[in-house]
């Protein structure tokens, strides 16, 4: 059994910064993919970023150049480092492992 468990939500004004972080606790493999997800209110859940043990990123257009996905193997913990945050970021944002696995969630709210 996998537990995800995400922290570092909040509220914040546009343009400032946030850090989320998700540790994995568990049966989880030492080779895998971690990142993170969002959901907006009446959005579908959509890809933020995901890196794989190798470190190996891939980000969501909308969030190149403004977010940065890290990850500490040791410690199964991953990490999102959020710069230059938009009000259209504003989503629940659901920590994500090894294909199946999800956190509970944590909100980011931006304000104008």
């Known amino acids: 059994q996998v537990q995800l468990v995400e922290s570092g939500g909040g509220l914040v004004q546009a343009g400032g910064s946030l850090t989320l972080s998700c540790a994995a606790s568990g049966s989880i493999f030492t080779r895998n993919v971690m990142g993170w997800y969002r959901q907006a209110p009446g959005k579908q859940r959509e890809l933020v970023a995901l890196?794989?043990?190798?470190?190996?990123?891939n980000y969501a257009d909308s969030v190149k150049g403004r977010f940065i996905i890290s990850r500490d193997n040791a410690k199964k913990i991953v990490f999102l480092q959020m710069n230059s945050l938009k009000p259209e970021d504003t989503a629940v944002y659901y920590c994500?492992?090894?294909?199946?696995?999800w956190g509970q969630g944590t909100q980011v709210t931006v304000s104008s």
């Open positions: 890196m794989t043990s190798g470190g190996n990123a």
């Open positions: 994500y492992a090894q294909g199946q696995y």
